[in-house]
């Protein structure tokens, strides 16, 4: 059973920086493209960053790309969101996702992935 659990969310004000982690298992993720979005209260689930797990290969959204990073650990099963310079628009509740890559475009839409986590919510105050 395939399970994805982030954790790191949190307060932060203005300004300030967070690191959000997505443990993976479950089954090999070589293959796959592990992505990050987030979803605001009222608004649609948005793309942020997706990283392929074999050749790192990294897609960022272009609110975010100058600010977030996205790695992953290979040994540890682990994908790294780290968020720079958070706004105050960056509040949402952020999901680690898992599915099979298919292109570098297809890494930012929701529908190519298989697999969701539950979620970690970042609140960035004024």
């Known amino acids: 059973q395939v399970q994805l659990v982030e954790s790191g969310g949190g307060l932060v004000q203005a300004g300030g920086s967070l690191r959000l982690s997505c443990a993976a298992s479950?089954?090999?993720?070589?293959?796959?493209?592990m992505g990050w979005f987030r979803q605001a209260p009222g608004k649609e689930r948005e793309f942020v960053a997706a990283?392929?797990?074999?050749?790192?290969?990294?897609y960022y959204a272009n609110a975010v790309k100058d600010r977030f990073t996205v790695s992953r650990d290979n040994a540890k099963n682990t994908v790294y969101l780290q968020m720079l310079r958070l706004k105050t628009e960056d509040t949402a509740v952020y999901y680690c996702?898992?599915?099979?890559?298919?292109?570098?475009?297809?890494?930012?839409?929701?529908?190519?992935?298989?697999?969701w986590g539950q979620g970690t919510q970042v609140t960035v105050s004024s």
């Open positions: 990283i392929t797990w074999s050749d790192g290969i990294t």
């Open positions: 996702a898992a599915g099979p890559f298919a292109s570098v475009q297809a890494m930012g839409r929701s529908w190519r992935y298989d697999y």
């Open positions: 479950g089954r090999t993720f070589n293959s796959y493209v």
